[in-house]
């Protein structure tokens, strides 16, 4: 009987009699064949929530190259940095830079700091202070730290609905749990958020995409950004503005950051993967101290420090002008195809459909009266075009008859022919 419990612990190696230290003293060696071994009945219960499985049928979708793809959320290859890049890795790897091949710091190069400091102060009018900015691997694991750093099992988290769907999967991680509140052209509601809170929400943060929305591809107005920094301050609650998208913009006007206009409630994390490339792993939060050195401290619980050589590049590469420009070229090559998509949803669906405008990004969300949208998404899949179903995108049942768009890969051609071909299964 023993034996039969204890057979499932045994390591894959298990031919082996191994000693296992933590077995009552009267059972110290085992044998199991390694067919018994259940691994999932050993997975901590944070694994048990449906996280995942939506998020790789996602990028499965995207790699494909024999379908015209609307599917990931991912950046063109061709606006990814050439010749100035490969220069500055050879100068790093002449000049053995130390600081790109060494272990650093775990809130970032202090160089590297210095310059995204600077950075943001020009482009958001607000410069970091004293412990109020590190660099992170990517926005993804700014999530993780967040959730390390204020989640316990319970714990509720407001987010946008919908919103990026390795959002929801970081909280629900943590066996934590998420709010949706509505959002509409304007971006979240603060009215809704409000209702809920007088109802008795009470969320450990909330997490916003306050630009371009991931998946809506709406922009929260300024005057929501400050009724909802106004809400933070009354109910208490940190207000984490995700800017994956902000400086991928189409229009030269845009609302203050919510970080800079209330930086006492706001944590803003930040990913250069939409921008400079996803190869690096680099993003960085930016937010009041306290929190940040949590996320620092969270941070030596994952990788420590982030890639050192990632950070000299973008830094180098930065510091020579070759961000902004490379940025700027994108802008015109995504507000394009933009552009594109628009005129060939007028175009092929017209009153059929209702979607939204973006101004940045690479999403727009197209709403289908009566469709359901997994059903178009797997017709889509074999008749050559590739979109996301909008339901992974909330935490409830909501987004059946929705699909997120995303014009980031596909050329304008492309465009024109993927969403005729969708016009067709309609
Ligand atoms: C809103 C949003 N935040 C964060 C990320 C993740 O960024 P990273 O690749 O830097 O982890 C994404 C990627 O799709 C995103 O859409």
Not at 5 to 32: H, K, M, Q
Not at 33 to 47: G, Q
Not at 83 to 111: C, H, K, M, N, W
Not at 219 to 227: K, N, V
């Amino acid at each position: 009987m023993v034996g039969d419990w204890f057979a499932p612990l045994c390591p894959p190696d298990a031919g082996r009699n191994l000693p296992i230290p933590f077995y009552p003293s009267s059972v110290t060696e085992l044998s199991v064949e390694p067919e018994l071994i259940r691994w999932s009945e050993r997975f901590a219960a944070r694994t048990r929530s449906n996280v995942g499985a939506e998020i790789a049928q996602i990028l499965a979708l995207a790699a494909r190259t024999d379908v015209i793809s609307f599917a990931g959320g991912i950046p063109d290859p061709v606006t990814f940095p050439g010749r100035e890049l490969a220069a500055i890795l050879a100068e790093l790897a002449e000049q053995a830079d130390v600081t790109a091949f060494q272990y650093g710091p775990t809130e970032g190069l202090a160089s590297t700091r210095e310059w995204l400091a600077g950075r943001l102060e020009q482009l958001e009018g607000r410069r970091p202070g004293d412990g109020e900015l590190m660099v992170t691997s990517g926005g993804i694991e700014a999530l993780e730290l967040l959730g390390k750093a204020f989640l316990d099992p319970g714990d509720i988290v407001a987010v946008e609905a919908p919103t990026y769907l390795g959002a929801i999967m970081s909280v629900r991680s943590f066996e934590a749990d998420v709010a949706g509140i509505a959002v509409d052209d304007d971006g979240l509601d603060p009215a809704a958020l409000e209702a809920e809170l007088a109802k008795g929400l009470r969320p450990k943060f909330l997490y916003t995409i306050p630009d371009h929305q991931n998946p809506a591809g709406v922009t929260l107005s300024a005057e929501r950004r400050t009724a909802v920094a106004d809400l933070a301050r009354r109910y208490g609650f940190l207000v984490v503005e995700d800017v994956a998208y902000r400086e991928l913009t189409f229009t030269p006007d845009r609302p203050q950051a919510m970080w800079a206009a209330a930086p006492d409630v706001v944590l803003q994390i930040g990913t250069f993967s939409k921008t400079f490339m996803p190869g690096t792993r680099l993003g960085w939060a930016a937010g009041p101290a306290e929190v940040v050195a949590k996320l620092a401290w969270a941070k030596q619980l994952t990788d420590q420090c982030p890639s050192g050589l990632g950070q000299r590049l973008l830094e180098e590469y930065g510091r020579r002008g070759l961000l902004d420009e490379q940025i700027r070229n994108a802008n015109e090559l995504y507000g394009s195809r933009c552009a594109a998509l628009l005129a060939a949803l007028e175009a092929e669906l017209g009153e059929r459909a209702r979607w939204t405008r973006p101004k940045g990004g690479f999403f727009s969300w197209v709403t289908l009266p009566g469709v359901d949208a997994l059903d178009l998404a797997a017709r889509g899949a074999d008749a050559g075009v590739a979109v996301v179903p909008g339901s992974p995108f909330y935490a409830d049942d909501q987004g059946g008859n929705a699909v997120r768009l995303s014009f980031s890969r596909a050329h304008e051609d492309e465009i024109a022919e993927g969403v005729r071909r969708l016009a067709a299964l309609l």
